[in-house]
């Protein structure tokens, strides 16, 4: 197993006939993921690469299974995208677009939550359990199949640390980019409780960031739940203090907005710090992975 | 973008959340129409204003010419003041704390409420946060009556229609325009009814495309007021759209991940060396977009190397290679160069820097020790 | 409130919806102005219009004064004609069905949409049922761009941005006004793009009074216009707000609920009796309302009996029986009452109907049988 | 058991302090049911016949279990005041109120089934199971315990035919209003279905009127899932035809608005028909009620 997607799982590529979207279907396709589809609205009929592109989520779903989307659809349109592949009943999608208005993703995540799509973004590159299916953009090399769940706010971070860890021959069992923020169709959480039910997975690597208060709720389910080690790396300890929003910043996340507090809350709950990316391979071996 | 004080509160005004008369004045002849006692508010983008000295109560015309001399020379953090809010002194029997933003927790729009607002308000936050009133709602619903009775009652205002008014205006304004936070503090009681003393409002920049109007006209009063003192490197980089922080060190530094950026950040710290800015591309860079990144970063006359940190998904490094080739070809770069390069298309880019003499890195690590011994090569060569 | 057809267009038209430029004719003289060869339609509330001969094309002033004058005399359905829209004739390449309602079934606001519209729609949704598009959308996320797609690709539109508007302004309407059906058959494609040919639009009138001036402007209109003439009972249950259809028997009928009105009907009927009307009060019924009932019914001249079905949970007897009481007193009943009493403060109700000398029965069938014998026994005494 | 309700049901009496909510209140306590609390909003602290006045549910609910509401809000306050319900987590609603908009019926019942409350109405007299329960206002004298479930669409006509029941010594589990539509909250259908499921129902009665496509469906499921017998009893068979919704109406109802069509369905499901409530219980007693 691994979480989210497995080698049976069907995708199909919104904004398949984009540069970026045609493009990163080859090499998703060339990576053995099952692309059954593409939608880009007006160009219905055509094919990219052999995938046959509809100009409707419904008209490729009479035609083939649909488990996952991946949406390459830019931030302006993502919402009016998402709301297709909600009312087309497919559980997972996956959203690309940075810079998706805040007012619409409230809109997205609750109309995802109230029909049963998992969201995985916004600003993410996806997820991929290597060897099985890709769903996103990572580079193929850094990629190598084995026991480790990664989750990451930033997709290039998540890049560098399995870059580590497959140099070093640790596999990954998923790798999930949670997204950039400042909201989030799944949470940390949400994707611990799948890596610590996931067979597959013995060790998970946690990469966060400065701000927000998600690390200490994330640290909350390690304490509480986890059996499974995690090793984390927050980053942004250098970085200077950003503007806060108001008082009412202070008031929902008090002082947890600092990588410190976040540091400290994951190894108060029995997690492994590490400091950088080349540390993690290391620590994950003591852990006997 | 963070308003001004006096941007929020007319916002909030055309909304019908009542607020003191105001005048933005910008020179000391502007008293002339005010009514006395007035209270004068620098105007500048940052709190803790009113413990550095920017809000005076004055009481005749002298004494508000002097004062608004006074201000429109000094600076509050950072930021120099240029324009003050001249409004009517108000009689306050309470403070109030009313906000609106989104729980990051939920997902969801949420009123944050309190009785005692004003300076207190953070204090009340840490000490006893169950004074607090945070109440979510669903997006799709919008503000339900039952929680503006419930924040009304919470708060024990005597007023439940303005009250309410003034909730539902938030809402409308929060949803309407975009916001990502609606903060009116202190919301004063006094002997005329609620007020908004003071208010904070903080627009969506990924929307700014649904309302370029307004965000026009925002943006100009902004740069007439000028935020702060900008270095060439901070304009460029606002003109290129390019997500730069100016530090105070000598390594410039160039990412296409913010992840990676503040991780590049804290290893080249921890290294001993000194960062002299933050700036990544973001996931759609393309050759043109790292061009003026090298542009903007080497603006910054303080640069003593400059590291490039790439491991690309969506971003495609044979584009990247183009980008560094492109800025060589129009300039050359006289402090030394670093190039990490991993990810998609990394074989087509790592060809191409090579063909204009950069071999690139692949461990990043080895990277920043590069740099910064550069770094300090280069100073031990002055010293 | 069901709309006409220039008042649906109007609407339309104001929320951006392509429609003919028309102007609504009310005497042979204003024909002055039209551009021939013109469409004249008779303005009145029922559909099969065109069948009635309501639809008059006509190539110059003579002929258009002459059918204005014909159509201004004639009875459409039972409906006098007392308007006319006048149109330019538009030259139609296809006939398409656009309709927006709350789906029943789902409860949830729903696009009807077929290829082939005007008047051979229904049908076709007898004959072939899976051509026409049912598309129910949710109500807190509105109309789906995806939606808007789909139903375009079915119907082969070729101007899709237009098609896009039309849906929208629909949907807007039907949100913002409380409207129960905006319907448009014909949409018609012509050489100058998409336009609503014919509309219908039903508002709630529950919701009126979210809307008093529009309800206010729009009821004028059809009160000039008049919807048909009504007696002066309907008149009378106008202005009383009382729920009142007019039939062609002589047992009156006041209920205090639908479905027993309804069963009432039935039970009347089947013993061979015939009602004079339908009139229910509510819920919310009290003893004024109880006694404008009566004087509601008692004012048609046919009813030669009248029965009172009272079964009361939220009505209460006895206030039922006080509003009997309280019309007895203003005027006598002339006609043979039956009064069938059960329920909710029973007691007080019958004590008090015993006290003016009215023995209320319990017995609904038996209540029937009496008032179908009492009209009996009057024809008999007659004939 | 009986459906919905039963005697341990805890009550809340939304616009407790109005004429027909005090007078209802007294007669729901008088007839055993256990009205816990009341909510009017600016009455909070008083009492009404004894039962405790609040001005929000949350308040209500930190001193009492809620179970239901019976709502004596007027229409156009009651898409507010169910609000308050749904957002409390209760969850069954009666709406008594009539005359509620369309569009707030759509996001009333929409904004419930999210949130799991279940909505009966609006235009209801609300339910009662003789005996345990009464969430209504039926007169008391038409009610008695026993094995028949009633189910109607008026609530006046509910009463007839339960008199002409109890009348005959024939009682009832559960009557359930449905409310007066266009839009309802809960549907025959549903209803239907919780009868059958319900093990002290051994008959259900089923009383609609003209109109709609309702009582096909209703017929539909009787046909496929029902093995307990139901009667019949459709009004309106002498009513005129009512003004349709335009060609729409005739698209979504086609020929089954007629009370006429509905009676043949409802016969060819296996339903019993009635004419008037009178039959009913002979209908049952021949049926081995």
Known sequence: MSILIDQNTQVLIQGITGTVGSFQARIMRDSG???????????????????????LIEE???????????????????????????????????????????????????????????????????????????????????????????????????????????????????????????????????????????????????????????????????????????????????AP?????????????????????????????GAWIAHRPSEIPLLLRRLGV | MRLFEFQAKRLLAECGVPVPPGILIRSPSEVAGLAFPAVLKAQVPVGGRGKAGGIRVVHHADEARMAVEELLGTRIRGYPVRAILAEPRVKVSRELYLALLVDPR???????????????????????????????????????SHLIRSAGKALAIQDAPTFGAILEAM??????????????????????????????????????????????????????????????????????????????????????????????????????????????????????????AMEVVLANPRVKALLISLIGGLTRMDEMAEGIVRYLERQPVTVPLIVRMCGTQEEVGKATLRRVGIEPFDDLDEAVRRVVQAVEGASACRS
């Open chain 1, 33 to 55: 993921t099952r692309v059954v589809a593409g939608v880009t609205p007006g160009k219905g009929g055509a094919e990219v690469h052999g995938i046959p592109v509809y100009d």
């Open chain 1, 60 to 238: 490729a779903a009479v035609r083939h299974r649909i488990d996952a989307v991946l949406s390459f659809v830019p931030a302006r349109s993502a919402l009016d995208a998402a709301l297709e592949v909600i009312d087309a009943g497919i559980p997972l999608l996956v959203l690309t677009a940075e810079g998706v208005p805040d007012q619409d993703m409230v809109k997205l995540v609750r109309y995802a939550a109230i029909n049963g799509t998992t969201v995985v973004g916004p600003d993410t590159p996806g997820l991929v359990s290597p060897g099985k299916c890709k769903l996103g953009v990572h580079p193929n090399r850094v990629l190598k199949p084995g026991p480790v769940g990664v989750l990451s706010k930033s997709g290039a971070l998540s890049y560098e640390v399995c870059k580590a860890l497959t140099e070093q021959g640790i596999g990954q069992s998923t790798i999930v980019g949670i997204g950039g923020g400042p909201l989030w169709g799944l949470s940390q959480q949400a994707v611990l409780r799948l890596f610590q039910q996931d067979p597959e997975t013995k060790a998970v690597v946690l990469l966060g960031e400065v701000g927000g208060t998600m690390e200490q709720e994330a640290a909350a389910y390690i304490e509480a739940e986890m059996d499974k080690p995690v090793v984390a790396l927050i980053v942004g300890r250098a």
């Open chain 1, 241 to 269: 203090a950003g503007s806060r929003m108001g008082h009412a910043g202070a008031i929902i996340e008090g002082e947890e907005g600092t990588a410190a507090s976040k540091i400290e809350a994951l190894r108060k709950a």
């Open chain 2, 106 to 144: 939920t997902n969801r729009p949420m009123v944050i409420a309190s009785a005692a607002g004003g300076m207190e308000i953070e204090e009340i936050a840490r000490q006893a946060p169950e004074q607090i009133v945070r109440k979510p709602f669903d997006p799709f619903i919008g503000l339900p």
């Open chain 2, 171 to 292: 809402v409308g304004l929060f949803t309407s325009q975009d916001a990502t936070l609606v903060e009116i503090n202190p919301l004063a009681e006094t002997p005329d009814g609620l007020v908004a003393l003071d208010a904070k409002i903080v627009l969506d920049d990924k929307a700014a495309y649904r309302h370029t109007e307004l965000f026009a006209r925002l943006s100009e009063e902004q740069k007439e007021l000028g935020r702060t003192d900008k270095t060439p490197a901070e304009v460029l980089a606002e003109e290129r759209r390019i997500t730069y922080i100016l530090l105070e060190g000598e390594i410039g530094l160039i990412t296409d991940g913010a992840g990676t950026g503040m991780l590049t950040l804290d290893l080249i710290q921890e290294a001993g060396g000194r960062p002299a800015n933050f700036c990544e591309m973001g996931g759609l860079a393309n050759a043109e977009i790292m061009a003026q």
